[in-house]
Antibody, heavy 118, light 106 residues
Framework: EVQLVESGGGLVQPGGSLKLSCAAS????????MHWVRQASGKGLEWVGR??????????AYVASVRGRFTISRDDGKNTAYLQMNSLKTEDTAVYYC?????????WGQGTLVTVSS | SYELTQPPSVSVSPGQTASIACSGD??????VCWYQQKPGQSPVLVIY???KRPSGIPERFSGSNSGNTVTLTISGTQAMDEADYYC?????????FGGGTKLTVL
């Protein structure tokens, strides 16, 4: 059974940093691309970015609104993906989901809430 | 930046057919996915590559792609299908979601 468990969310001040983790099991993590998607309360889904597998040179891509501030990484030995968020803004407040899939978002985690507020 | 447009809401009576449209420039040449999200839950993939259903998704869910519009169709809609639905496509290596459609089963 595929499981994706996000952690690391919480309250952070504007301008601060936070690192989310996504622990994966039930599939071949090292061969899979991993994505992060966020959803502000009562709003729609916004893709944050993704990291591909080693075969694809761990290539990353990001939505324009986070490019240069957020970094996605992975540790295949730990079956874990990460989202490092720097220079956080109030508009980054959202539930952040970790997802596995290449071009299709096959399985979603339960999400972790990030609140950016003073 | 690329945009996908969905109606904010669609209403349907139980047992009837619900259609949710998603439009975008040259969308007919792209693969589109659809996700269902019920309140308080994570989204679930219901259609991929325009017309394919993942295992476990009921046959009443189907998709079509024509021109600049793709459509998610739910035949014989049930109360359990009430949810938000999002279309999704790729453009220039960026994944894009539609704004979402709230399906109400009256």
């Amino acid at each position: 059974e595929v499981q994706l468990v996000e952690s690391g969310g919480g309250l952070v001040q504007p301008g601060g940093s936070l690192k989310l983790s996504c622990a994966a099991s039930g599939f071949t993590f090292s061969g899979s691309a991993m994505h992060w998607v966020r959803q502000a309360s009562g709003k729609g889904l916004e893709w944050v970015g993704r990291i591909r597998s080693e075969v694809d040179s761990y290539a990353t891509a990001y939505v324009a609104s986070v490019r240069g501030r957020f970094t996605i990484s992975r540790d295949d030995g730990k079956n874990t993906a990460y989202l490092q968020m720097n220079s956080l803004k109030t508009e980054d407040t959202a539930v952040y989901y970790c997802i596995y899939g290449e071009y299709v978002l096959d399985y979603w985690g339960q999400g972790t809430l990030v609140t950016v507020s003073s | 930046s690329y945009e996908l447009t969905q109606p904010p809401s669609v209403s349907v009576s139980p047992g009837q057919t619900a259609s949710i449209a998603c439009s975008g420039d040259k969308l007919g040449g792209k693969y589109v996915c659809w996700y269902q999200q019920k309140p308080g839950q994570s989204p679930v993939l219901v259609i991929y590559q325009n017309t394919k259903r993942p295992s476990g998704i009921p046959e009443r869910f189907s998709g079509s792609n024509s021109g600049n519009t793709v459509t998610l169709t739910i035949s014989g809609t049930q109360a359990m299908d009430e949810a938000d639905y999002y279309c999704q496509a790729w453009d220039s290596n960026i994944l894009v979601f539609g704004g979402g459609t709230k399906l109400t089963v009256l």
